[in-house]
C-alpha cells in the first residue's frame, strides 16, 4: 500500500492531476476534501473521459470526470478482500481509508503482485530450510 498518496481536489485542474501523476508515477489521484476521500481520477480517466471526448482537459476540474461511487478497503482488510474487489470491480487500484472515508492509502495491483511474490519466495526459503524435509545438500 501506498501511504499518504499525494491527493488532489475536486477543483484541482486536471493538468495538475496529470502533474501528480507523472512525478509520483502513480496511475491515480484521489481526491480529498479535507481528509475524505470524495473521488478518484485515473490515468485511463483523463484519456476516456477528457481527452477523447474532445474536453480541454489542462484546465478542467478534476471532479468533472473523477469517479465518486468508489469501492475502498479499511486498513484491516486481508489482501486478499483486497484482491477480490480488484476482480469483482475490475479496477486496479483501491483506496484504504479509515472512519468517515479518512484516506490513508492506497493499493494497487502491482502492491498485490508483489506482495504475492514476496509470500512465494518466503514459503520457498522455509521449506528449503525446514528440518523434516530430509537432508539438505
Given amino acids: 500500500m501506498m501511504s499518504q498518496p499525494h ?3 475536486p477543483e484541482t485542474p486536471l493538468g495538475e492531476v496529470a502533474e501528480i501523476m507523472a ?3 502513480v496511475g491515480a489521484v484521489p481526491l480529498v476534501q479535507g481528509e475524505r476521500l470524495v473521488g478518484m481520477v485515473t490515468d ?3 484519456v476516456v473521459r477528457a481527452l ?8 478542467m476540474p478534476a471532479r468533472e470526470i473523477a469517479s465518486q461511487d468508489l469501492v475502498a478497503v479499511t486498513p484491516e ?3 486478499s478482500d483486497a ?8 479496477v486496479r487500484r483501491l483506496p484504504v481509508v479509515e472512519e468517515e472515508d479518512r484516506l490513508v492509502g492506497v493499493v494497487a495491483q502491482a502492491d498485490v503482485a508483489l506482495t504475492a511474490k514476496e509470500k512465494a519466495a518466503g514459503e520457498m ?3 528449503i530450510s525446514h528440518p523434516e524435509q530430509g537432508p539438505r545438500v
Fill in 7 to 9: 491527493c488532489a481536489t
Fill in 23 to 25: 512525478r509520483d508515477e
Fill in 44 to 46: 485511463r480517466d483523463i
Fill in 52 to 59: 477523447a471526448a474532445g474536453k480541454d482537459a489542462r484546465g
Fill in 77 to 79: 482488510d486481508d489482501l
Fill in 83 to 90: 484482491v477480490e474487489l480488484m476482480a469483482r470491480y475490475q
Fill in 125 to 127: 526459503l522455509r521449506e
